[in-house]
Structure formats: C-alpha cells, structure tokens
C-alpha cells in the first residue's frame, strides 16, 4: 500500500513559479514510476510529466521546457518543478505512483491534490 500527500500549490502570478511535492509512504517507492496529473475545471484529466523507477522522464507538450519531475528515493519524494507559469496551467495537481502501466492509465495510488492557481 502507497499513500501519497501532495503540497506545494498555491497562488502565483503568470511567469511565475512553484514547486510541487509528493510524499510517498510504503517500501515500494522506488520501484514505481510517479506521475503527476492535473485537472481544471471542465477539462479533462492530463498527465503532465512522470518518471520510472529508472529516472526516465517524459512530459506532455504542453509542458516541456517549462516543468522539470524528478524524484528521491531517499527521502520517497517526487518533485514538479513548475517555471514560467501561464494562466492555463491553473488546475488540480494529483500525484500518482504505480506501475508505469498503471499510472499511463490514471490507475495506481493518488494523492488527495493540490491546487495551483495561475492569475494575470
């Protein structure tokens, strides 16, 4: 069993940054890939960036050059990096960890989310 708790959100201005953090419980965490999702308001669910087991990174386009994941496995943490906000970013972050499969198809563990807010 994995639980997840996501921290980090906030209020930030266009241009802006945060920084993301889940912490995982459980001996299993550095053998999943962790992922982290948004959701904003009548859109749906989007991975934005995860990374296995083996430090392979992958982001959506919407994101690339701008958002940075990465995880520690000491510390059973996975970080989102988050630079030069815009305004579409605004959503509901969720972390997941699992097997890479299960986090492809938003299955696995979640956290509860975290909101981000994104103002001009």
């Known amino acids: 069993q994995v639980q997840l708790v996501e921290s980090g959100g906030g209020l930030v201005q266009a241009g802006g940054s945060l920084r993301l953090s889940c912490a995982a419980s459980?001996?299993?965490?550095?053998?999943?890939?962790m992922g982290w999702y948004r959701q904003a308001p009548g859109k749906q669910r989007e991975l934005v960036a995860k990374?296995?087991?083996?430090?392979?990174?992958t982001y959506a386009d919407s994101v690339k050059g701008r958002f940075t994941i990465s995880r520690d496995n000491a510390k059973n943490t996975a970080d989102l990096q988050m630079n030069s906000l815009v305004l579409e970013d605004t959503a509901v972050y969720y972390c997941?960890?699992?097997?890479?499969?299960?986090?492809?198809?938003?299955?696995?563990?979640w956290g509860q989310g975290t909101q981000v807010t994104v103002s001009s």
């Open positions: 990374v296995t087991s083996g430090g392979t990174t």
């Open positions: 997941a960890a699992g097997l890479e499969s299960w986090v492809m198809a938003g299955a696995g563990y």
């Open positions: 459980g001996r299993t965490f550095r053998s999943y890939t």
